[in-house]
C-alpha cells in the first residue's frame, strides 16, 4: 500500500509539475505575444514619430526660406537708410556752404553799396533792404525797395534792386 501512495505521490507530484510547467509555457506564451505587440507598438509609435519628425523638417524649409527673404530685406532696408542718411548729411553741408555763400554775396553786396557812388538817401534804403533780405525778411525788403524810382538807380543799384524785387 505504501508503494501505492508513493506512485499517487509521484504522479500528483508530476502533474503538479506539469502544472507549473504548462502554466510556465502558458506565460512565456502570452509573454511571446506581449514582446510581439510591444514591438508593433514601438514600431508603430517609432512610425509617427519619424512621420512628425519629417513633416516638422518640410515645414520648417519655407520658414527658413522667409527668414532668408526677411534677412534680405532688412540688409536691403539697412543699406537704404544708411545711403539716405548720407544723402541728408551731404545735403545738410550743400545748404550750409549755400548759407555762407548768400552771407558773402550780401556782405559783398552791402560792402560796394557803402563804398559805391550815388545818393546817399538811395544807398542807405537800399542797404537796409540787403540787410533785411540777408536775415530771411523778403517782404520787408521788397517793401523799403518799393518806393524808389528805378531811373534814379546807378547799374550796381539796379542789380541789386532786381536781386531784392525779383527773389
Same mark, same amino acid.
Given at each position: 500500500?505504501?508503494?501505492?501512495?508513493?506512485?499517487?505521490?509521484?504522479?500528483?507530484?508530476?502533474?503538479?509539475?506539469?502544472?507549473?510547467?504548462?502554466?510556465?509555457?502558458?506565460?512565456?506564451?502570452?509573454?511571446?505575444?506581449?514582446?510581439?505587440?510591444?514591438?508593433?507598438?514601438?514600431?508603430?509609435?517609432?512610425?509617427?514619430?519619424?512621420?512628425?519628425?519629417?513633416?516638422?523638417?518640410?515645414?520648417?524649409?519655407?520658414?527658413?526660406?522667409?527668414?532668408?527673404?526677411?534677412?534680405?530685406? $532688412?540688409?536691403? /532696408? =539697412?543699406?537704404?537708410?544708411?545711403?539716405? @542718411?548720407?544723402? *541728408?548729411?551731404?545735403?545738410?553741408?550743400?545748404?550750409?556752404?549755400?548759407?555762407?555763400?548768400k552771407q558773402s554775396f550780401y556782405e559783398n553786396i552791402e560792402k560796394?553799396?557803402?563804398?559805391?557812388?550815388?545818393?546817399?538817401?538811395?544807398?542807405?534804403?537800399?542797404?537796409?533792404?540787403?540787410?533785411?533780405?540777408?536775415?530771411?525778411?523778403?517782404?520787408?525788403?521788397?517793401?523799403?525797395?518799393?518806393?524808389?524810382? $528805378?531811373?534814379? /538807380? =546807378?547799374?550796381?543799384?539796379?542789380?541789386? @534792386?532786381?536781386? *531784392?524785387?525779383?527773389?
Open positions: 500500500m505504501g508503494s501505492k501512495t508513493s506512485e499517487k505521490g509521484n504522479f500528483e507530484l508530476v502533474t503538479m509539475g506539469f502544472g507549473i510547467f504548462l502554466k510556465n509555457m502558458v506565460g512565456v506564451i502570452i509573454l511571446r505575444q506581449n514582446t510581439k505587440f510591444v514591438w508593433m507598438y514601438g514600431a508603430i509609435l517609432f512610425s509617427f514619430a519619424l512621420i512628425l519628425i519629417l513633416f516638422a523638417g518640410l515645414s520648417k524649409k519655407p520658414e527658413e526660406q522667409q527668414n532668408v527673404k526677411l534677412s534680405d530685406s $532688412v540688409s536691403s /532696408l =539697412t543699406t537704404e537708410r544708411n545711403e539716405l @542718411y548720407k544723402q *541728408i548729411k551731404d545735403l545738410e553741408q550743400q545748404i550750409a556752404d549755400k548759407e555762407k555763400a560796394y553799396l557803402s563804398e559805391g557812388e550815388g545818393v546817399e538817401e538811395i544807398k542807405s534804403i537800399l542797404l537796409s533792404a540787403v540787410k533785411e533780405k540777408k536775415v530771411g525778411n523778403d517782404q520787408l525788403a521788397k517793401d523799403a525797395v518799393a518806393n524808389l524810382d $528805378v531811373n534814379e /538807380l =546807378t547799374e550796381f543799384q539796379k542789380y541789386v @534792386y532786381d536781386i *531784392i524785387i525779383n527773389q
